[in-house]
């Protein structure tokens, strides 16, 4: 059985820092690229930040880049998004996303996980 569980979600001041953990199970970790990606109540879910089976190359959308840093430890079959000058736009429910195949957006990745929620105060 294929799981993704998201922690590390909670409260975080404006301008604070908050990182956010993916626990990947039932898969082999290290063939799958990962993401997470991000959605508030009434909206599309959006990607935040794409990492390569390796680690070795990254993407970001353009609002959380320079503040955002995705990485993963394969050893530990975990991903990570260090969120640095968090912004009250960045408070959505947080998903963490495996892909196999290839491809960017929603529906070319594979698994996800049930999310976990980032609230940031003014």
């Known amino acids: 059985q294929v799981q993704l569980v998201e922690s590390g979600g909670g409260l975080v001041q404006a301008g604070g820092s908050l990182r956010l953990s993916c626990a990947a199970s039932g898969l082999t970790f290290g063939s799958y690229a990962m993401a997470w990606f991000r959605q508030a109540p009434g909206k599309e879910r959006e990607s935040v930040a794409h990492?390569?089976?390796?680690?070795?190359?990254?993407d970001y959308t353009d609002s959380v880049k320079g503040r955002f840093t995705i990485s993963r430890d394969n050893a530990k079959n975990k991903v990570y998004p260090q969120m640095n000058s968090q912004k009250p736009e960045d408070a959505d429910r947080y998903y963490c996303?495996?892909?196999?195949?290839?491809?960017?957006?929603?529906?070319?990745?594979?698994?996800w996980g049930q999310g976990t929620q980032v609230t940031v105060s003014s």
């Open positions: 990492i390569s089976w390796s680690g070795h190359s990254t």
């Open positions: 996303a495996a892909n196999f195949k290839g491809g960017y957006g929603v529906r070319h990745y594979d698994y």
